[in-house]
């Protein structure tokens, strides 16, 4: 089966850190472009951050910028979202999609794959 799983979601407490994880499984990920992507209760889906087929660019949102790092790792065929300094508004559900190009944007179009989720929260 052809899917992508999330992990590493969970519970933490303000300025603390947590790393997502997204496997591929049934197929690798080394040609497809990699993004996050997120969703608080009441709000739109919004893009994290992405990063191209070869690993070599990456693009987060301003609200994340200097706090997360995205990444991957072929050898793996993994993704991977390292969070520090989480704040009580990045609490969300966390997504991660994959699209068969050489990079995305942030808002999430055209992608070919999607994981479940994986829920981060974010409070004392």
């Known amino acids: 089966q052809l899917q992508l799983v999330e992990s590493g979601g969970g519970l933490v407490q303000p300025g603390g850190s947590l790393r997502l994880s997204c496997a591929a499984s049934?197929?690798?990920?080394?040609?497809?472009?990699i993004g996050w992507f997120r969703q608080a209760p009441g709000k739109e889906r919004e893009g994290v951050s992405c990063?191209?087929?070869?690993?070599?660019?990456?693009n987060y949102a301003d609200s994340v910028k200097g706090r997360f790092t995205i990444s991957r790792d072929k050898a793996k065929n993994t993704a991977y979202l390292q969070m520090n300094s989480l704040r009580p508004e990045d609490t969300a559900v966390y997504y991660c999609?994959?699209?068969?190009?050489?990079?995305?944007?942030?808002?999430?179009?055209?992608?070919?794959?999607w994981g479940k989720g994986t829920l981060v929260t974010v409070s004392s």
């Open positions: 990063i191209s087929s070869g690993g070599g660019s990456t």
């Open positions: 999609g994959a699209a068969h190009r050489f990079f995305i944007g942030l808002g999430g179009d055209g992608m070919d794959y």
């Open positions: 049934g197929f690798s990920l080394d040609y497809y472009a």
